[in-house]
């Protein structure tokens, strides 16, 4: 279904904003969507309710496939949706916008000036105006309460460089490394973010900028995927509370042990507010009233995927309250409602992601929302109404409005309307599928459009990453579901064993069980599919990426001919290569038990016996392979290990390396490659001829 590029781009009638990238009216055709259809989706993030809770700022990215890059603009619009109007109009995508001035004036970052900086402008868009030249850069801020001071991170030298050692080779590239993490996800660690507090008055440029962490080689917000949600600020803006694991090298890549911390401007001391709980202590949140501050945090060091517990202290007497612990679900995101007294927070809940609450008197957690999609953010706006972003496998995101007292949820953004009104989407049914063990699984089933019951279809088993990552009703950019059921599949997409949203104990049972029962329950999820009359059985195929792309490799020495072709995506290949090549020990060290070289630690041991590079005598499917060769995570030799393999087992084997993609495909020209060479492999061996 991949197409030439067929996009139709509205331009601005202002000679100064001639090809902006914005937003595009894609040609459609019999409602299916395409990858470069996907593509022209508008996506809306950000959403901040101004201060008298009359309007919400919000920003929305535009990809263009021609130029190959993106772009985000700021809209504003009132409560009810209503008044939309586009503020900026630049090639320069305005990020972090927050209200100030009282809702007068806007806050944000932009890379006009030629790096990341922080600027003002009116409410409106106008009168645009730089306030900071910060030599790094800023990469986010938080304001203070009384607008009297900012706190923002921007990355600080860490480690040596050769010049450094040796000042007469200025041109030498070579990295001296003694001590691990000296890579991490995406990049050479050769700097770290730290927080920077400075005098801010929205009108003259920054000043007295001082860095709160100064001579400390830790990281403030943590990487890779921390930012402002690490920061907060007392009501009184007399203190900065910031999230930190003060460890580095070795220490570093063998804990998730975090700490929240505050840091006295007067005094400029530092006090650590969770000093003895181990795992990762994250997202600290004051309460309007000052008296407490809430935040997640993890019980085990070393393990990044415990549960995400709620937790409260009374910044008076320093007395911690765990809200959450006749819960038995993991939190995403919290915040306070105006009162107090009560948290809203985001939870995994049995396959989608929904708002909840919980009063810090009585411990009473209540569901708010409920249905078939996600929500990815929530903003209280008084007692009666809560501003969130929502998306489904169908749809995606929006900014919606959810009256507490009658639980209306309303949409209030349609970004995307014009296109999807032009689309057929494939019916998502969820279907609760008997496991080995004679446990429920719940499996999401994504059917082509137009479905017709009395055909035989093609289907794909979609093997989630992670490998802790719920399946719930996401939206990607890449591994959309609704696109391959619009390629002609039928879509599997179980909840397996080790994912988040069915209890702790489903969760936790993958931990040193790769290649075990999860790997059964996705034979059970496809079993149960196959028998369907309307899926062809002889048409079997299985994708996935990370952990999937594992369970690909996996699949490919276990799977008894029930696949007749397979997509991985920077997975795992030889575990042993793995252990020595990641970064973050400690999730190799939970995950698998161990190191390979421990004879004795039977976990371990029976994790390394089940490595997929084991079984590749058993391979007899075709096989597509992808990979970043900037991913640090999973690094790229896993999967050309896996492609030599498969070609010297002469197996029909097809190999795509990115030379500039990291664990991710960004890129736009990249993505709609990745999209067309994923769907010509799977169309070649599950697609009989009469049918192309």
Sequence with gaps: MAGTIALTACQSNNPETDGIIGKTRPNIENGVMTPEIMMSFGRVSGAEVSPDKQHVLFGVTYVSIPENKSNRELFVMNL?????????????????????????????????????????????????????????????FVISPDETKIVF????????????????????????????????????????????????NGKEAIKNISDIMEGEPYEAPMKPFGGTDDFAWTPDSQNIIYTCRKKEGKEYSLSTNSDIYMYNLASQEVKNLTEGMM?????????????????????????????????????????????????DYSLDQLAWAGNSRDIYFLCAYQGTEQIFSVNIETKEIRQITSGDFDYAAVIPVNENRLIAQRHSFSKPDEIYSIDLATNETTEISFENQEILDRLTMGNVEARWIETTDHQKMLTWIVYPPHFDPNKKYPALLYCQGGPQSPVTQFWSYRWNLQLMAANGY??????????????QEWLEQISGDYGGQNMKDYFSAIDAMKKEEYVDEDRLGAVGASY?????????????????????????????????????????????????????????????????????????????????????????????????????????????????????????????????????????????????
């Design 490 to 503: 039928i879509v599997v997409a179980p909840n397996r064993r080790g994912l988040y949203g069915f209890g």
């Design 548 to 692: 999937g792309g594992f369970s690909i490799y996996w699949l490919a020495g276990h799977h008894e001919k029930r696949f007749k072709a397979f997509i991985a995506h920077a997975g795992i290949f030889n575990l042993e290569q793995q252990y020595v090549e990641t970064e973050e020990m400690w999730f190799a060290n939970w995950d698998l038990g161990g190191a390979y070289w421990e004879k004795d630690n039977v976990v371990a041991q029976r994790s390394y016996a089940n490595s997929p590079h084991k079984f590749i005598d058993q391979w007899d499917t075709p096989i597509l392979v992808t990979h970043g060769e900037l991913d640090y995570r999973i690094l790229a030799s896993q999967g050309m290990a896996a492609f030599n393999a498969a070609v010297l087992r002469g197996i029909p084997a097809e190999m795509v390396v990115f030379p500039d993609e990291t664990h991710w495909i960004s890129q736009p020209q990249n993505a709609v490659l990745w999209q067309r060479i994923f769907f010509r492999w799977l169309d070649h061996w599950l697609k009989p001829e009469e049918a192309r």
């Design 80 to 140: 009810d949706g209503s008044d939309k109007k586009q503020i900026t109009h630049t090639p320069h995508s305005e990020q972090n916008a927050v209200w100030i001035a009282g809702g007068q004036q806007i806050a944000f970052l932009s890379a006009e000036s030629g790096s990341s900086q922080l600027w003002v402008m009116n409410a409106d868009g106008t009168q645009r105006t730089r306030i900071s030249n910060h030599e790094n850069g800023i990469d986010g």
């Design 279 to 327: 795992g990762y202590d994250t997202n600290p949140r004051i309460s309007p009233d000052g008296a407490y501050m809430a935040w997640m945090s993890m019980e085990r060091d070393g393990y990044e995927s415990d549960k995400n517990r709620l937790f409260i202290l009374d910044l008076q007497s320093g007395e911690k309250t765990y809200l959450t612990e006749a819960f």
């Design 153 to 200: 991170f921007s990355n600080v030298k860490y480690g040596q460089r050769a010049a450094d050692i040796y000042p007469d080779l200025p041109k030498a590239s070579g990295r001296v490394i003694d001590d691990l993490m000296y890579k991490h996800w995406d990049e050479w660690v050769e700097s770290i973010p730290h927080p920077f507090v400075a005098d801010f």
